[in-house]
């Protein structure tokens, strides 16, 4: 295989015809990539994304081949997949307001063009959710968010609203789903492509702790910081360590905020799953 990409958590190899999508244990934060793995974290991903895929197979068509057909040294964390044309663009759906939307939120009032009531704090939901898409940036640099006019002009006006409703509906049911399982998701952010023939495919990961804020639904209160079952807790502690993106290179991150990270990925994966790491 041919190594053709290293994204911050992914490295994508060409296999033949296919590719093999492989799930790293790298974390990052603010579009950094931390000099510290967690561990299972691939094999969490990458199981979390399939079990994903089967249950949304009914709302969009995804890029999946095989979850065995893959190199030994891979098994567990990799993903055979199709070639696809992927989208300039990142498809982010928001049923809560946190993050760089509760910063775009206080500074405008809105979210990628989107229009907000007014009184809204951290954590408090929203009257619907939203579509804010972002551009797809390399590693090191950031996306930055656009408004879905742009994304039109970008990608033209039908594939722009097929992207924004498939989103949103993968969005509604992924929320429904965990929501059972005593889990809010806050938001998600989707990658997608087109096949040879032109099918519109869901790519990359899937409601994942990497793609996704999950909250504890029995902990949620508007205001403060949510308990979650993601990657927030190691921004959390980067941010505590008053290390910036822009400012040197990333800390080590310390043995017990691993051990506590992956027993958030852990927590998510069993609730949702039903099933036992």
């Known amino acids: 295989m041919e190594l053709i990409h290293r994204g911050k958590v992914r490295d994508v190899y060409a296999d033949g015809g296919d590719l093999v999508l492989v799930a790293s244990n790298r974390v990052s934060v603010y579009d950094t990539v931390l000099p510290t793995e967690i561990p299972d974290k691939g094999a969490l991903l990458t199981a979390l994304s399939l079990w994903w895929f089967e249950a949304l197979g009914d709302l969009v068509p995804n890029h999946v081949v095989s979850a065995d057909d893959v190199p030994a040294e891979f098994a567990g964390r990799a993903i055979r997949v199709m070639r696809l044309d992927m989208l300039p663009v990142e498809a982010v759906a928001r049923g809560y307001l946190t993050g760089s939307g509760l910063a775009a939120y206080n500074a405008t009032g809105a979210v990628c063009g989107v229009g907000l009531p007014g009184g809204l704090v951290d954590g408090s939901k929203l009257p619907e959710p939203i579509f804010t898409p ?91 910081s949510q308990p979650s079952f993601d990657k927030q807790y190691v921004r959390d502690w980067a941010r505590s360590t008053g290390w910036k993106p822009d400012a040197g290179d990333p800390p080590e991150i310390p043995a017990e905020v691993v051990e506590a990270t992956r027993g958030r990925y852990v927590e998510a994966y069993e609730r949702l799953t039903g099933r036992r790491w």
């Open 134 to 224: 972002t551009t797809k940036a390399a590693v090191g640099d950031h996306d930055e968010p656009i408004t879905f006019e742009r994304m039109k002009d970008e990608l033209g006006p039908g594939p722009a609203e097929q992207v924004r409703d498939l989103t949103l509906s993968v969005y509604r049911r992924g929320v429904e789903v965990a929501g059972e399982c005593g889990i809010l998701i806050a938001d998600t952010k989707l990658e997608f492509g087109t096949d040879a023939d032109g099918t519109l495919r869901l790519a990359d990961e899937i409601l994942t702790p990497d793609s996704s804020r999950f909250w504890d639904a029995a902990g949620w209160e508007p205001g403060r």
